[in-house]
């Protein structure tokens, strides 16, 4: 089955770090950019990073620039999220996604395939 | 960055009704703009992308308009397993922003 699975949320006291993986499965991984996007309890989506298909291209929202990494392993099949110096407000689900494809050669940014999504809570 | 507005916050129909949602640009994105449904619980899922064209597997009740600043989804007969959050989001320039949603009730 094509699917993302992601893994490695937990409790997290504020200023700790967490790494988020996303396995990927039955698709040719390589050939996709990845991205994080993560939702606040209750709250709407907000984008995180992106990741270009070769890893060699990223973009990161101004609130995690300089805290997040975002990686990939494409022996693996698997995406990262690297997270230091965790906020309060980085509680939510992260989901990972894939890029859909549609543009061929370039980049849309639509995401046609999502994980099912882990919970970091950054608390004391 | 591009804020995107959905209006209204909730909306309240009936399975058969037809729902129209909108969604608004704070600035010009051309037709770079998607829209997805969550269900709760649940990831979100593609619907529209480039503002007009259903992703595959997408029923055809579903359709999108709009272009530069204005943008619509439309559920032509909303079934019951329509009723959920609906999402836009416009890839026109960095951050990809998303708007704040309209549940479907």
């Known amino acids: 089955e094509v699917q993302l699975v992601e893994s490695g949320g937990g409790l997290v006291q504020p200023g700790g770090s967490l790494r988020l993986s996303c396995a990927a499965s039955e698709f040719t991984f390589n050939n996709y950019a990845m991205t994080w996007i993560r939702q606040a309890p209750g709250k709407g989506l907000e984008w995180v990073s992106v990741l270009s298909s070769g890893g060699d291209n990223t973009y990161y929202t101004d609130s995690v620039k300089g805290r997040f990494t975002i990686s990939r392993d494409n022996s693996k099949n698997t995406l990262f999220l690297q997270m230091n110096n965790l906020r309060v407000d980085d509680t939510a689900v992260y989901y990972c996604?894939?890029?859909?494809?549609?543009?061929?050669?370039?980049?849309?940014?639509?995401?046609?395939?999502w994980g099912r999504g882990t919970l970091v809570t950054v608390s004391s | 960055e591009i804020v995107m507005t959905q209006s209204p916050g909730t909306l309240s129909l009936s399975p058969g009704q037809r729902a129209t949602l909108s969604c608004r640009a704070s600035q010009r994105i051309s037709s770079y703009l998607a829209w997805y449904q969550q269900k709760p619980g649940q990831a979100p899922r593609l619907l529209i992308y480039d503002a007009s064209y259903r992703a595959p597997g997408i029923p055809a009740r579903f359709s999108g308009s709009g272009s530069g600043t204005d943008f619509t989804l439309t559920v032509s007969s909303l079934e019951p397993e329509d009723f959920a959050v609906y999402y836009c989001q416009q890839r026109s320039k960095w951050p990809l922003t998303f708007g704040g949603g309209t549940k479907v009730e």
């Open positions: 996604a894939r890029e859909a494809g549609y543009g061929g050669h370039s980049y849309q940014w639509y995401f046609d395939l």
